[in-house]
Nanobody, 113 residues
Framework: QVQLVESGGGLVQAGGSLRLSCAAS????????MGWYRQAPGKQRELVAN???????NYADIVKGRFTNSRENAKNLVYLQMNSLKPEDTAVYYC???????WGKGTLVTVSS
């Protein structure tokens, strides 16, 4: 089993920044893919960004140039630096591990206009 704990969400004004963190713990034997999804009220969960086990980073088009995904392999940590936030970025952000094998409980990001 793998446990994921997200942190760093909160309320920010449009144009501001937030940094999300996700710590993975448990039965982790090797470097796995990890990533971020988000779900806004009334919408489906969608990919924000992920990092493959080989370190390849993918971004959703809607966040390219504004969000940066990174990781510390030795600590099983991933980060999502979010800049130039927009009201439409408001959502619960979820961390996932191992290609969506495990999920965190989510952290709420609210961007006010």
């Amino acid at each position: 089993q793998v446990q994921l704990v997200e942190s760093g969400g909160g309320l920010v004004q449009a144009g501001g920044s937030l940094r999300l963190s996700c710590a993975a713990s448990g039965s982790i034997l090797s470097i796995n893919a990890m990533g971020w999804y988000r779900q806004a009220p009334g919408k489906q969960r969608e990919l924000v960004a992920n990092i493959t086990s080989e370190g390849i980073i993918n971004y959703a088009d809607i966040v390219k140039g504004r969000f940066t995904n990174s990781r510390e392999n030795a600590k099983n940590l991933v980060y999502l630096q979010m800049n130039s936030l927009k009201p439409e970025d408001t959502a619960v952000y979820y961390c996932e591990f191992g290609g969506m094998d495990y999920w965190g409980k989510g952290t709420l990001v609210t961007v006010s206009s």
